[in-house]
């Protein structure tokens, strides 16, 4: 193209600004897209159940849904979740980022619950002072066969050392129990 047909075309684009497209540009849509896709494949860390219940009619969404968690090849599994996102782009998502926003929610507190668990029980078993504080904060359930499983832990990590197995005994999983159902155990309120 010479440089003055190129100038020509400049100028007539400039001068007729009514025909630049105001639309989204092929980059938000495609980074639209792509955030459905990845909708969809976030989805599936859900309950089946829980889908069915986002994904009211039983329709090529859900029996794409369901394909979706299936497939493992790599390919086939990227060309499910385009697909997933070309079938998203026709229904109201809101709902389901709320319900994967509360499902993460509740993912965190549940670790977070296990990790005090498992704080407890170490510190119960690694010193005397962990059970005092243990009892002195948690002064209901069955303290008798907990200090039982206490025991018989810490006799078991001493056996573990001397023969180089694991610690991971009877009593240390009944520990993780017992102090489960005790600290989520529902709170009685406080007496007035």
């Given at each position: 193209m010479s440089a003055c047909n190129k100038n020509s075309v400049m100028r007539r684009y400039k001068e007729e600004p009514e025909q630049q497209y105001d639309g989204p540009s092929k980059t938000q849509q495609k980074n639209a897209m792509l955030?459905?896709?990845?909708?969809?494949?976030?989805?599936?860390?859900?309950?089946?159940?829980?889908?069915?219940?986002?994904i009211d009619e039983v329709g090529p969404l859900r029996e794409a849904m369901r394909d979706l968690r299936r497939i493992t090849a790599h390919g086939a599994r990227k060309r499910q979740a385009s697909y997933v996102g070309k079938l998203l782009r026709d229904v109201d998502v809101e709902?389901?980022?709320?319900?994967?926003?509360?499902?993460?929610?509740?993912?965190?507190?549940?670790?977070?619950?296990?990790?005090?668990?498992?704080?407890?029980?170490?510190?119960m078993i690694g010193s005397e002072a962990g059970w005092a504080e243990w009892t002195t904060r948690y002064p209901v359930g069955d303290t008798k066969q907990l200090?039982?499983?206490?025991?018989?832990?810490?006799?078991?990590?001493?056996?573990?050392?001397?023969?180089?197995?694991?610690?991971?005994?009877?009593?240390?999983?009944?520990?993780?129990?017992?102090?489960?159902?005790?600290?989520?155990?529902?709170?009685a309120p406080p007496e007035a």
């Amino acid at each position: 193209m010479s440089a003055c047909n190129k100038n020509s075309v400049m100028r007539r684009y400039k001068e007729e600004p009514e025909q630049q497209y105001d639309g989204p540009s092929k980059t938000q849509q495609k980074n639209a897209m792509l955030e459905l896709q990845v909708l969809g494949v976030t989805l599936l860390e859900l309950p089946e159940e829980q889908i069915d219940l986002l994904i009211d009619e039983v329709g090529p969404l859900r029996e794409a849904m369901r394909d979706l968690r299936r497939i493992t090849a790599h390919g086939a599994r990227k060309r499910q979740a385009s697909y997933v996102g070309k079938l998203l782009r026709d229904v109201d998502v809101e709902p389901m980022r709320k319900a994967l926003a509360v499902w993460h929610t509740h993912k965190a507190r549940d670790v977070r619950a296990l990790r005090e668990i498992e704080q407890w029980r170490e510190k119960m078993i690694g010193s005397e002072a962990g059970w005092a504080e243990w009892t002195t904060r948690y002064p209901v359930g069955d303290t008798k066969q907990l200090r039982a499983l206490v025991r018989d832990a810490r006799r078991d990590r001493e056996m573990s050392k001397v023969t180089g197995e694991s610690q991971n005994g009877r009593a240390f999983r009944e520990m993780f129990r017992l102090v489960r159902e005790i600290l989520l155990a529902p709170k009685a309120p406080p007496e007035a």
